[in-house]
């Protein structure tokens, strides 16, 4: 079966996220509480995007020759240099990303985009790359916010952009086994597209969902937000097929189960482009749900609804969890209310008369069949209320969900505002929870104030384990004058805090540029090194995606996180 995906691709403008069409203004009383809570003089949309014909790229450093073979190889249509596409693929959707793309900053675009159709494409253009010494960034939606897309050359003669959206095709569909088979470009809204009327669904649906990609998902090991009930992408991708600078590599069964060595379908999932290009994946899928219940709960603190979710999922009956399941503090609870518009604010009466005067608002979305998803909530409201949850009905849940994509559309409008917004990851321990929920949120807030200026920290647990859970940070200030620097002094105090606390540098974002100085305190000296001996293996030359992941030799972090950021390959001028 070989089936193309006709939907149209979204096309994210320049400066921001997504379709501006889609976002929703912030209603005058979400304005004000951002006044004044951030302590700031004015919310006026004082710092829009220069205009398109003001933002400065680099130069295109390939010649004319390279040029040439590469549109004989994919065709002319398939090879461009365009201003607007270079500037489109100049980074990734992260705060940093942005401040330097809305102040007109894209000297690092690549040199060009090209839009592969096929393996045979890939492997012609890795081939011609390792002979003309060009670095290969792949990108599929763009949506990576930790620096895992920026179009870095090192000491390379240039650096192309692969777009992967021509590979979107359903290449195998085996209901007997539940499992597709894709192409690697095909975004998340596709895949749901094309297996509905097939009767199942990936169940993946990170906030990303409406511009990444299949190979995104599994190059950066993203957890979507119903991963409770549907597994992460590392939980349910069964092989891949990968394009190397040395050749293709198969990784991965599509048997039950194996015990032929290693897992090598492991030291893919996670790369980032590192190592090659993956360009089809089998995956398992699940029947579609036939009923949803949305439940939402209140707590008294964070903390008294964490231990209901850890009750939940380790003394609940095995099947019982929601696939979604999501607790706020009591910080991101209020702020959603504020921030929320005027239905939220009915909804947050209705939650102070019902609840504590600060609560922890907990979220959840059963999915299946209807008297079995019935049961399911029945069993997990017993555990909930005799955690000392308040049950708030479906109202709240059902909130969320419509709006469940909307979140970097509200980023936009507050950099256009002059406030500065961006978030962080990890997950920890039970044990270990708690503590690293204060620690990290403490270093946020000191590294905000250190400038003299307020800010404000709203966290939540969107995925849920046996042996713990993960922690999401959000945090606001005021914009000040270099954001660029703002942005590195809280990241690196949160990331030092996050080491510290013994918990993981990334749950679900990937390491690219951000998290790479970190490496070292995840995996230790001995993992890096076999890292590095394995991309040797696989690409002797170093085009792939140069500056992410592997940390330089000479630049690992210490456990106190204060190594530097850079890119272990200096960037050419």
Sequence with gaps: ????????????????????????????????????????????????????????????????????????????????TDRTERLLHSGGKSTPDLLRIRAGDARQ???????????????????????????????????????????????????????????????HFDVLSCTATFEAGIRGPAIEAVLEPLGFTLGHFPQSHQEATL??????????????????????????????PVG??????????????????????????????????????????????????????????????????????????????????????????????????????YLGLRSQQRPALALFLWEGEARETAARKRRSARILRAAGGIPLGPMPALAWERGRFSGPYLRDELLTRGVFVETLETAATWSQLQSTYTAVRGAILDALAASGGSGYVQTHISHVYPDGASLYFTYLGGLERDGLEQNARVKKAASAAIVAAGATITHH????????????????????????????????TGIMNPGKLIPAATAEAPATGEASIASPLKEKP
Excluded at 512 to 531: F, K, Q, V
């Design 248 to 349: 293709p590599l198969d990784v991965g069964s599509l048997a039950p189960g194996t015990a032929a060595g290693p897992k090598l379908l492991d030291v893919i999932l996670g790369s980032e482009g590192t190592l090659g290009l993956i360009t089809s994946a089998t995956v398992v899928v699940q029947p579609l749900p036939q009923h949803k219940r949305h439940g939402a709960w209140s707590f008294p603190s964070f903390a008294a609804g964490a231990e209901a979710l850890r009750k939940m999922r380790q003394e609940g009956v095995r099947g019982d969890m929601p696939h979604v399941c999501r607790l706020s503090d009591t910080d991101e609870t209020a702020a959603t209310f504020k921030l929320g518009g005027t239905k939220t604010a009915v909804l947050a009466t």
């Design 1 to 80: 079966m070989v089936t193309q995906n006709t939907e149209e691709i979204p096309r994210s403008v320049w400066y921001g996220w997504g379709d501006p069409s889609r976002a929703r203004p912030l209603s005058e009383g979400a304005l004000e509480y951002l006044r004044t809570t951030l302590r700031l003089r004015s919310v006026d949309p004082s710092h829009p995007p220069v205009d398109f014909a003001e933002v400065h790229l680099g130069e295109v450093s390939l010649d004319g020759e390279t040029l040439e073979e590469l549109r004989e190889l994919l065709g002319d249509a398939h090879v461009s």
């Design 509 to 540: 974002n990937g390491v690219g540029i951000d998290h790479a100085p970190y490496m070292s305190s995840e995996i230790g000296t001995l993992g890096l090194e076999m890292l590095r001996r394995i991309k040797e293996s696989l690409d002797p």
């Design 109 to 171: 675009a690549p040199d060009a985009v090209l839009f592969p159709g096929s393996e045979q494409d890939v492997r012609w253009i890795l081939e011609l790359c390792v002979r003309r010494r060009l670095a290969v960034v792949t990108f599929g939606g763009g949506t990576s916010v930790v620096g895992g897309v920026e179009p870095l050359r090192g000491q390379l003669e240039g650096v192309l952009a692969l777009d992967m959206r021509r590979m979107d095709r359903l290449l």
């Design 215 to 244: 190979g995104g998902y599994l190059a950066t090991r993203s957890a979507g937000q119903a991963s409770t009930g549907y597994g992460r992408s590392d939980d349910v991708v069964k092989s891949a097929h990968v394009e190397t």
